[in-house]
């Protein structure tokens, strides 16, 4: 069993004939650095729009631009503290030099596991503020740029989890925002009139540094294998044993994105392997 991160190659990436899929228009992608957000720039950029990541790590950042550029693609990286509105408001400006701003990917994220009894109150607020706070914030600063576009269309996805469906214990917080993000999508969703649309996407467990550096520690603390632990533990639930690439889930963000989701309006897309409605 393969539990490391896959590459990305360009052949795995959802690619979709759609007339507003152009260099004029951007695509802000959080959490840019790594995993997801990395793979959803990559696939932004493969679907010719002009992704702007946003992500505090620089080095990693920098990777990804690179990344897309070798692909042949567009891509602005602004080194971006999502705890910080300053920080939060220069990149929205930024990315409305480079086009028009139509798509929102909200991806960035951070885990903590611990009991609600015994949660440190300050692993909490960076929880909320990175994970929940920043979109609302992105959501707030983007969509009047979307109203502004010629046709007054816009595109917010939020990355949400088997968590905005279920809970885990042990990890409230982590729940608590990815049912927030389910809530922030309708919210935007039914004010958006049809135009701006909204809508979260649900996985189970992605391979990402998130999910994978989990791994060790959980194999340890059982005393069984790392590959027992995603199987196992992770995989439990699931009717499809193995974890999601970051790449898969960064084509639902395309797909919603996209002309062929257009009564996508406040839903949530639920690839979970059965996890959640199964048994």
Do not use: W
């Not at 690619?15 to 959803?40: E, K, M, P, W």
């Amino acid at each position: 069993m393969d539990i490391s991160e896959p590459k990305i190659n360009r052949e795995e990436i959802l690619v979709l004939q759609d007339n507003d899929f152009t260099s004029r228009h951007v695509c802000i992608v959080s959490g840019a650095g790594t995993g997801i957000g990395r793979a959803t720039a990559m696939a932004a950029a493969a679907n010719n729009l002009i992704a702007v990541g946003l992500d505090i790590n620089e080095e990693e950042g920098r990777k990804t631009e690179q990344m897309v550029r070798e692909m042949g693609g567009q891509m602005l990286f602004i080194r971006t503290d999502l705890t910080k509105d300053d920080e939060i408001e220069r990149a929205v400006q930024a990315a409305s030099q480079q086009g028009r701003i139509r798509y929102v990917a909200n991806i960035a994220g951070i885990q903590h596991i611990d009991a609600v009894e015994d949660f440190p109150m300050e692993k909490y607020d960076l929880m909320m503020r990175i994970m929940l706070r920043a979109p609302f914030l992105i959501s707030k600063l983007t969509i009047p740029h979307m109203k502004q576009n010629p046709d007054g269309v816009g595109v917010i996805g939020n990355m949400a989890s088997v968590h905005a469906h279920i809970t885990t214990i042990r990890k409230p917080v982590y729940n608590i925002t990815k049912f927030g993000l389910r809530a922030l999508s309708q919210s935007i969703a039914a004010e958006g009139a049809g135009k701006i649309r909204s809508f979260s996407v649900s996985t189970g467990f992605v391979k990402t540094p998130l999910a994978l550096n989990q791994i060790p520690a959980q194999a340890k603390q059982r005393g069984i294998t790392p590959e027992e632990v995603v199987r196992d533990v992770m995989m439990g639930g699931s009717r499809v044993k193995e974890m999601m690439s970051p790449i898969e889930v960064a084509n639902l963000f395309i797909f919603g994105f996209s002309r062929f989701a257009r009564y996508l309006v406040g839903g949530d897309l639920l690839f979970d392997g059965g996890m959640v409605l199964t048994y």
